[in-house]
């Protein structure tokens, strides 16, 4: 069974802007209070991630590498709509590999960095450029942009 922790903050500034970026775009099949089904591509690969309910910091997730026509035809064809489409900068920072995700579209204008742990304890460095912890702001969940976009709050 795979787990994932995930603390999720608010960015300040363009200081974490040093590394090349990998742009995503994503879709959700699935997306309800028990579970959410994703397809996300970044042009050279793909994946069907399924995610359980968030419990804290914690849920279980499940990712399969799938074929890249694949993900393009459910992206296009069977995904909810907007898709999200962002850039992933990971940075090195502490000791942690942070994510941090510039979204595009309908969430234009949100930056987001996330860190994924071994624990929920687990104590962590903050970046200089982190904001606000919005870990338990549903409204910062991937699959919540969907339904109600960054640029419409």
């Known amino acids: 069974m795979g787990l994932?922790?995930?603390r999720k903050f608010l960015v300040r500034g363009n200081a974490w802007r040093h590394?090349?970026?990998?742009?995503?775009?994503?879709?959700?099949?699935?997306?309800?209070?028990q579970r959410t089904v994703r397809i996300r591509e970044d042009g050279s690969h793909a994946y069907l991630t399924v995610k359980g309910r968030v419990q804290g910091?914690?849920?279980?997730?499940?990712?399969?590498?799938i074929p890249l026509e694949d993900a393009w035809d459910m992206l296009d064809n069977l995904c909810e709509h907007p898709l999200i489409e962002k850039r992933r900068y990971k940075i090195?920072?502490?000791g942690l590999v942070w994510e941090v995700d510039e979204f595009f579209n309908e969430n234009?204008?949100?930056?987001?960095?996330?860190?994924?742990?071994?624990s929920e304890d687990q104590l962590i460095e903050r970046p200089p450029?982190?904001?606000?912890?919005v870990t338990d702001d549903e409204r910062y969940y991937n699959s919540n942009l969907v339904h109600q976009p960054y640029s419409h709050w």
């Open 19 to 33: 590394n090349e970026p990998v742009t995503y775009r994503q879709g959700y099949l699935n997306i309800d209070e």
């Open 108 to 118: 234009q204008g949100l930056t987001l960095a996330e860190v994924e742990l071994v």
């Open 4 to 6: 994932e922790i995930e």
């Open 129 to 133: 450029w982190l904001g606000e912890e």
């Open 92 to 94: 090195e920072y502490g």
């Open 57 to 65: 910091a914690t849920r279980k997730e499940f990712e399969y590498r």
